[in-house]
């Protein structure tokens, strides 16, 4: 079982910046995937960005050019700089672990509030 502990969210202007911090602990092998997802109100979750295993790195359109994501296998750590916020990039923000074995196991965080004021 892989727990994942979140930090860095809060309440910014528009065009602020905020980072993102989540924690993995708990597992017995290699997280494949460390990312974000945001889910709006009203919306489906999303993904934000991931780091894959060997290193991509995959960001959704939206964020491209203003989030930065990183990790820190050392620290079984992956981390979001936001910058530029928008107030469409309000959400409540996850961050998501993968381990693959024999089949693939999904872990979350229990989320942190992003809110971008106009």
């Known amino acids: 079982q892989v727990q994942l502990v979140e930090s860095g969210g809060g309440l910014v202007q528009g065009g602020g910046s905020l980072r993102l911090s989540c924690v993995a602990s708990g597992s017995r092998f290699s997280i494949n995937d460390m990312g974000w997802y945001r889910q709006a109100p009203g919306k489906q979750r999303e993904l934000v960005a991931v780091v894959r295993n060997g290193g991509i790195i995959n960001y959704a359109d939206s964020v491209k050019g203003r989030f930065t994501i990183s990790r820190d296998n050392a620290k079984n750590t992956v981390y979001l700089q936001m910058n530029s916020l928008k107030p469409e990039d309000t959400a409540v923000y996850y961050c998501?672990?993968?381990?693959?074995?024999?089949?693939?196991?999904?872990?979350w965080g229990q989320g942190t509030q992003v809110t971008v004021s106009s």
């Open positions: 998501n672990a993968v381990v693959v074995r024999t089949i693939r196991y999904n872990y």
